[in-house]
């Protein structure tokens, strides 16, 4: 697929830099070790690997664990490695900072000694800095990421018409709670029992088409869910309800108790969404929901890749995964807004339910680090290669075109991200419909391993749920969080 890229890099006359100057160490067959924490970027960040090897004779060793894997405990063991160390690793976001900053992991950017890379490291904006105090910078950006229900235009149109695909997008952004919650309702019983209605969005009418077509018929479900992750019932999912209450990552981080125990009806709101959703999944809401056999992350982006959903919850940084199980799809996908049902006077973040229900959450996901421990010569061989990853054509191709990402310094006016899910994402920035990703700054592992365990083992595991379920779920979320918070 053919891809271009316009963006603005002040660092642009780096390109011409001589790369590769170290020398291995004795007893290693590598100039220096990379831990890459993007899964879903592992094929493509080997191949840049290789052809930076090709161009400059520099190896690097590179790591990468599975899609969907938490690699905080295999990074851990590499980093207290007499002689395994990273020189390269990803930090997700100010609040695991602090980890790495105690164990004195993080090398401070202005204390690099490459000059190119001073120079790349002076153009990123302040807003994208991985820092504790606002001013020390201690990353580089991967890219900008964004998240939300993705959805095939092709099965939208087998759903209510080609001429009314664009109408249906803009309509459902716009779209309140209750219209989205009934136009679920409708796909579901037209899915499953071809029943011919009309749907209400913003206003606007919308008419299932009488006679199914071929991929109308392919449907089985509204939601493909990775019913056995814990993550699909924490992390970004309950983000939503957490940009309602805090603002940003440090605010939930600093959070009292009172500001958390604030946020009640918009955690019964998450759990009415987490209820929807695994609702009209691929499977019955129950043990087999959550059978990592039949119902892991692998299946979900099949099911909907296949066009056996019609909507997946995921980010751009599935892109690659979706269209290796589908190549049809790769030009035909769009974000669209996860909603929660909620009033104006619930939310305490600052956002309307308007700018809530109609935007995405547009973030930069993890950065690359320097490992203030490694020997000098790796650290100066890790700058030239992030200089190179960053600023040459050659390596922004592998970011933009291999790796589906898009550039943290791309210009939402004059870019495009030559895919469609990273098209969707800069016309949301452009529009100014995003949100943030706040729960980043939850306790460690609370949104995946006591949030998303919880539900899984207490209520997606269940068929039926009691009629106190969002009451309960919003008490075990004030509860287990102020907990985990140590209030």
């Given amino acids: 697929m053919k891809r271009k890229l316009a963006v603005m890099l002040a660092a642009g006359a780096i390109a011409s830099m001589v790369f590769g100057t170290t020398v291995k160490a004795d007893d290693k067959d590598y100039d220096f070790y990379f831990f890459n924490i993007k899964g879903e970027s592992a094929d493509a960040m080997q191949a840049a690997v290789d052809a930076y090897e090709e161009e400059t004779g520099v190896k690097i060793k590179l790591f990468t664990l599975g899609s969907g894997t938490d690699s905080t405990e295999a990074l851990r063991a590499d980093l207290q490695s007499e002689d395994n160390k990273p020189a390269i690793f990803g930090v997700g976001n100010p609040i695991n900072l602090i980890e790495y900053l105690e164990g004195g992991f993080v090398m401070p950017l202005n204390e690099a000694t490459n000059e190119e890379f001073l120079a790349l490291a002076e153009e990123i904006p302040e807003d994208f800095y991985l820092s504790r105090d606002g001013e020390t910078n201690y990353g580089v950006p991967l890219n900008v990421e964004g998240y939300g229900y993705i959805a095939d235009t092709r099965v939208i149109s087998s759903l209510f018409g080609e001429e009314n695909v664009d109408a249906f997008l803009e309509a459902y952004k716009t779209a309140s709670y209750e219209e989205f919650e009934a136009m679920v309702l409708a796909m579901d019983d037209y899915i499953k029992n071809g029943t011919v209605s009309e749907i209400t969005l913003d206003g606007q009418t919308f008419s299932f088409v009488e006679e199914k077509d071929e991929r109308a018929e392919k449907l089985k479900c509204v939601f493909a869910v990775a019913g056995s992750e814990k993550w699909t019932y ?204 706040a729960y980043t700054g939850l306790p460690a592992t609370y949104a995946t391993y006591t949030l998303g365990a919880h539900m899984m083992e207490n209520y997606v595991n269940k068929t039926e749920w009691e009629e106190s379920a969002y009451s309960d779920i919003a008490d075990y979320v004030i509860s287990s969080w102020k907990e985990a918070a140590g209030l």
């Fill in 234 to 437: 924490g992390d970004h999912l309950f983000n939503i309800a957490v940009d309602s209450v805090f603002d940003s990552a440090i605010s939930a981080e600093t959070a009292t108790a009172e500001q958390i125990e604030a946020g009640r009806p918009v955690y019964e709101a998450y759990a009415k969404l987490l209820d929807l959703g695994t609702s009209y999944a691929q499977t019955e809401r129950g043990p087999e929901l959550i059978n990592q056999s039949t119902n892991g992350y692998d299946q979900a982006v099949a099911c909907f890749a296949n066009g056996e959903s019609v909507f997946i919850k995921q980010g751009n940084w599935c892109y690659t995964n979706i269209v290796k199980a589908n190549a049809d799809i790769a030009d035909t996908m769009t974000f669209l807004p996860i909603k929660l049902d909620v009033t104006d006077d619930m939310l305490t973040s600052g956002l309307t339910v308007d700018q809530l229900n109609s935007s995405i959450p547009v973030f930069v996901p993890s950065y690359y680090c320097i490992n203030a421990k490694c020997s000098d010569e790796e650290k100066e061989a890790a700058q030239e290669f992030l200089v190179w990853l960053n600023t040459t054509e050659q390596g922004l191709k592998f970011v933009v075109e291999d790796c589906a990402f898009i550039p943290y310094n791309a210009d939402p006016e004059v870019t495009s991200a030559g895919y469609c899910l990273g098209d969707s994402i800069l016309s949301y920035l452009k529009d100014g419909s995003t949100i943030t990703n």
